[in-house]
């Protein structure tokens, strides 16, 4: 058995040493308190924006048919090839943990036709997702992403309105510097030709350009602006770009996407070398980045996918969507921690054990009706359940016993201005109840 004391400056035996073999897995985290709070700050603010815009949450399984994804995100992308969570079942059959979510919401669209009982559909999800990387800040293998995906229509107003909308969010949410960044890869008349030029031009750089970049130039030469080889991105500015090479209705539909971000009051910088990872995307693709997380990170992304449902077998279906991550945004309000703390209204000390029956049904009484109430049960000294209602932040502390009971009085102390009175035990519910909801 091997030991690790790393991390832990606990000198309790108990709490230094964990056997390494149950250890968490690299890359996956446990989330508690206080982090806990700000992610249910964020889980809260987030259903509440998408269902005022008509979005429904669909939950869908963490594990899909490994086909799924190579073929809704693409065998070639770095997600499908290299970071897959892939494993057979006891029947043989194989499959992977979700490392994206929409390939699952469109194959559960298709599964269940719900595009027959309404023609549009607007659906979000939230949920973990993984993908074999190297760990590092902000980046894990088990991670959260949320996201929405608005399927039946193919105008552009619907692509601004998604942009919009997680603007808006992101505002809400109070993230600084925030700005999004457009673009369009085209269609299936357009982008073909262009890949062409592209694949050309390649060909002179060959030499200069990474492994992985070599190998994309005849399969998915775009994928060349998403290279994160510092040496591939300084060739990356010299190549011709796909918005010069857009065709009529791709331009125009661009035109009206972006004269509609204007109407939604949503500023944005057209960037001719935004891709996106991902095989699906046609037309609009957009990033939202903030100065907190600099320049690199998007807080999240999305696009236009109006083939994605084809090449899953279905009919075709207009689609755009965008998806975050949770970890990140938590990342960004780590500052305000403490706004998000539930609050402790009240506490309750027992200086004896006389009073344990009135306080015990007290307590129980309030948290019935929603108020947060403590207490510890455990005999411990008056001057010890003092500190941890002090630790707690509770707003106002009880003290209840044999002392109290013999005065048919409770003491209520104000823990801000340390004021304290006494409370007759007749009407001590009623008065709470008062004070605290
Ligand atoms: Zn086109
Ligand atoms: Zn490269």
Same mark, same amino acid.
Not at 80 to 89: H, P, R
Not at 161 to 167: P, Q
Not at 387 to 395: F, I, L, N, Q, T
């Given at each position: 058995?091997?030991?690790?004391?790393v991390?832990?400056?606990?000198?309790?035996?108990d709490?230094?040493?964990i056997?390494?073999?149950?250890?968490?897995?690299?890359?996956?985290?446990?989330?508690?308190?206080?982090?806990?709070?700000?992610?249910?700050?964020?889980?809260?603010?987030?259903r509440?924006?998408?269902?005022?815009?008509?979005?429904?949450?669909?939950?869908?399984?963490?594990?899909?048919?490994?086909?799924?994804?190579?073929?809704?995100?693409?065998?070639?992308?770095?997600i499908?090839?290299?970071?897959?969570?892939?494993?057979?079942?006891r029947?043989?059959?194989?499959?992977?943990? *979700?490392p994206?979510?929409?390939?699952?919401?469109?194959?559960?669209?298709?599964?269940?036709?719900?595009?027959?009982?309404d023609?549009?559909?607007?659906?979000?999800?939230?949920?973990?997702?993984?993908r074999?990387?190297?760990?590092?800040?902000?980046?894990? *293998?088990?991670?959260?992403?949320?996201g929405?995906?608005?399927?039946?229509?193919?105008?552009?107003?619907?692509?601004?309105?998604? +942009?919009?909308?997680?603007?808006?969010?992101?505002?809400?949410?109070?993230?600084?510097? #925030?700005?999004?960044?457009?673009?369009?890869v085209?269609?299936?008349?357009?982008?073909?030709s262009?890949?062409? +030029? #592209?694949?050309?031009?390649?060909?002179?750089?060959?030499?200069?350009?990474?492994?992985?970049?070599?190998?994309?130039?005849?399969?998915?030469? #775009?994928?060349?602006?998403?290279?994160?080889?510092e040496?591939c991105?300084?060739?990356?500015?010299?190549?011709?770009?796909?918005?010069?090479?857009?065709?009529?209705?791709?331009?125009?539909?661009?035109?009206?996407?972006q004269?509609?971000?204007?109407?939604?009051?949503?500023?944005?910088?057209?960037?001719?070398g935004?891709?996106?990872?991902?095989?699906?995307?046609?037309?609009?693709?957009?990033?939202?980045?903030?100065?907190?997380?600099?320049?690199?990170?998007?807080?999240?992304?999305?696009?236009?996918?109006?083939?994605?449902?084809?090449?899953?077998?279905?009919?075709?279906?207009?689609?755009?969507?965008f998806a975050?991550g949770?970890? *990140?945004?938590?990342?960004?309000?780590?500052?305000?921690?403490?706004?998000?703390?539930?609050?402790?209204?009240l506490?309750?000390?027992?200086p004896?054990?006389q009073?344990?029956?009135?306080?015990?049904?007290?307590?129980?009484?309030?948290?019935?009706?929603?108020?947060?109430?403590?207490?510890?049960?455990?005999?411990?000294?008056m001057?010890?359940?003092?500190?941890?209602?002090? *630790?707690?932040?509770?707003?106002?502390?009880?003290i209840?016993?044999?002392?109290?009971?013999?005065?048919?009085?409770?003491?209520?102390r104000?823990?801000?201005?340390?004021?304290?009175?006494?409370?007759?035990?007749?009407?001590?519910?009623?008065?709470?109840?008062?004070?605290?909801?």
């Open positions: 058995m091997t030991f690790d004391t991390g832990c400056s606990c000198q309790k035996r709490h230094r040493q056997d390494m073999e149950i250890r968490s897995v690299k890359g996956m985290n446990d989330i508690f308190e206080p982090q806990i709070h700000i992610w249910r700050h964020i889980e809260d603010q987030v509440k924006h998408f269902e005022s815009f008509c979005y429904t949450e669909i939950k869908t399984p963490v594990v899909e048919s490994t086909t799924l994804f190579s073929r809704g995100v693409g065998d070639s992308t770095d499908v090839q290299k970071e897959m969570y892939t494993f057979e079942d029947n043989g059959e194989k499959l992977s943990l *979700r994206e979510g929409t390939a699952p919401v469109v194959r559960a669209l298709l599964e269940h036709q719900l595009l027959n009982q023609p549009i559909q607007r659906l979000y999800y939230w949920g973990p997702m993984f074999y990387e190297r760990p590092q800040k902000g980046r894990y *293998r088990q991670f959260h992403q949320y929405v995906e608005y399927f039946g229509s193919e105008d552009a107003w619907v692509g601004a309105e998604v +942009i919009a909308m997680v603007v808006k969010l992101f505002e809400k949410l109070k993230l600084k510097g #925030l700005a999004v960044r457009l673009g369009s085209g269609c299936d008349q357009c982008r073909p262009y890949k062409t +030029i #592209l694949s050309e031009s390649l060909k002179s750089l060959h030499a200069q350009l990474c492994s992985d970049c070599q190998n994309r130039t005849q399969k998915n030469p #775009l994928r060349v602006f998403d290279c994160k080889n040496s991105k300084k060739l990356v500015g010299q190549l011709p770009r796909i918005l010069d090479h857009l065709c009529q209705v791709c331009g125009d539909h661009f035109a009206k996407l004269g509609a971000l204007g109407e939604f009051g949503v500023s944005y910088r057209v960037d001719s935004l891709v996106r990872g991902l095989d699906y995307y046609m037309r609009t693709v957009f990033e939202v980045t903030s100065q907190d997380l600099g320049a690199q990170d998007a807080v999240g992304g999305g696009g236009r996918y109006d083939k994605l449902s084809e090449d899953l077998g279905g009919k075709p279906v207009p689609a755009v969507g975050g949770i970890e *990140r945004l938590a990342m960004l309000l780590e500052s305000r921690q403490t706004e998000f703390q539930p609050k402790l209204p506490y309750v000390v027992m004896d054990d009073g344990v029956g009135t306080c015990a049904r007290l307590v129980s009484e309030l948290r019935l009706l929603g108020i947060r109430a403590d207490i510890d049960y455990s005999g411990r000294s001057k010890s359940q003092m500190k941890r209602a002090d *630790r707690s932040g509770a707003d106002y502390v009880l209840l016993g044999g002392q109290e009971i013999s005065k048919k009085m409770a003491v209520l104000n823990m801000k201005t340390k004021a304290q009175e006494e409370i007759p035990l007749e009407t001590l519910v009623d008065d709470l109840k008062r004070r605290l909801q």
